[in-house]
């Protein structure tokens, strides 16, 4: 017989999926481990995508500068000084995110500390 108390998330996680017929007896003490890979696969796709969206992103707000900056213009998106604050802001932003990117599709982040215990000065 199964014993009632279950004492973490991933017990009570294979619990329901066994009663849900998802997962058979067999793979009880591995569907932690499957969510960690399919949670690492997940994070690698990411990271590409989001290595992707950072110079995607400066080449818009770029272009977005060069198509409205017009010195005959009497609206705010007509004035240069706006637009390169709004360059100057964001586009540390984007390199960020860039750099957030490659250190998931690298693997940094495949294992979180669970603990603090756990952190490396």
């Known amino acids: 017989m199964i014993n009632e108390e279950w004492r973490t998330e991933d017990d009570v996680e294979e619990k329901i999926l066994i009663k849900k017929n998802l997962v058979s007896p067999p793979l009880l003490g591995r569907v932690g481990e499957v969510k960690k890979i399919f949670m690492n696969y ?24 060069i198509k409205y900056i017009d010195p005959a213009g009497t609206k705010d998106i007509n004035n240069p000084v706006i637009w390169i604050i709004i360059i100057v802001i964001f586009t540390p932003i984007a390199i960020g995110l860039m750099i957030f990117g490659w250190n998931a599709l690298k693997g940094e982040f495949d294992h979180l500390p669970e603990s603090s215990e756990e952190l490396k000065d």
């Open 42 to 65: 997940i994070k690698k796709y990411l990271g590409i995508i989001w290595l992707l969206l950072g110079p995607v992103f400066i080449y818009f707000l770029v272009s977005g500068a």
